[in-house]
T-cell receptor, first 115, second 118 residues
Framework: GAGVSQSPSNKVTEKGKDVELRCDPI?????LYWYRQSLGQGLEFLIY????????KSGLPSDRFSAERTGGSVSTLTIQRTQQEDSAVYLC?????????????FGPGTRLTVL | AQKITQTQPGMFVQEKEAVTLDCTYD???????LFWYKQPSSGEMIFLIY??????QNATEGRYSLNFQKARKSANLVISASQLGDSAMYFC???????????????FGTGTLLAVQP
């Protein structure tokens, strides 16, 4: 079946503009995650959605970052008033819930460049 | 606070030889899961192997095995019979909480860049 998809694959924007990044999880996966990977670094957790539960927003770096998940499927990560330090690859992942393993399947990422 | 440490920024290995990538972790939660992911130059994250904190045996998946030493809080990845296609960045990650842990978020290490030489 289809994996996690993300769009756009690349986004170049000017400082101060708003951007929206989209994630389509694997069909049937109830959990969805957003991570950020800065150049040469590991992944940094941003936000986690699980079904109808309140999302875990503990990783969002500032109030300029927000995310929503509509209908328990597609998610959009919005960054308002982008800054140069927001430049990174934004990765989305999804997983089944239940079971000890719950491995996360990642999308190809969106490379964001803020000029 | 939970933390993952990968002390090897880069490693070289000859094709067909085995290589061990180090990972240590810190957590106060008795229930946790440990993961290894591979990230080739193309950027996608590929799940390799999982070890639960209560698993009695070391995990194995084909050429990948996890040397889990709970008392030392280490979860080293062993790749046997290295292939040129194994050249990639490798990330160790931890999830706190056991069966369907409360948040499921993964904490990642900084990665080890593995280069397999012919």
């Amino acid at each position: 079946g289809a994996g996690v998809s993300q769009s756009p694959s690349n986004k170049v924007t000017e400082k101060g503009k708003d951007v929206e990044l989209r994630c389509d999880p694997i069909s049937g996966h109830t959990a969805l995650y957003w991570y950020r990977q800065s150049l040469g670094q590991g992944l940094e957790f941003l936000i986690y959605f699980q079904g109808n539960s309140a999302p875990d927003k503990s990783g969002l770096p500032s109030d300029r970052f927000s995310a929503e998940r509509t209908g328990g499927s597609v998610s959009t990560l919005t960054i308002q008033r982008t800054q140069q330090e927001d430049s990174a690859v934004y990765l989305c992942a999804s997983s089944l819930q239940g079971g000890a393993r719950n491995e996360q399947f990642f999308g190809p990422g969106t490379r964001l460049t803020v000029l | 606070a939970q933390k993952i440490t990968q002390t090897q920024p880069g490693m070289f290995v000859q094709e067909k030889e085995a290589v061990t990538l180090d990972c240590t972790y810190d957590t106060s939660d008795p229930s946790y899961g440990l993961f290894w992911y591979k990230q080739p130059s193309s950027g996608e994250m590929i799940f390799l192997i999982y070890q639960g904190s209560y698993d009695q045996q070391n995990a194995t998946e084909g050429r990948y095995s996890l040397n889990f030493q709970k008392a030392r809080k280490s979860a080293n990845l062993v790749i046997s019979a290295s292939q040129l296609g194994d050249s990639a960045m490798y990330f160790c990650a931890m999830r706190e909480g056991g069966y369907g842990g409360a948040t499921n978020k993964l904490i990642f290490g900084t990665g080890t860049l593995l280069a397999v030489q012919p």
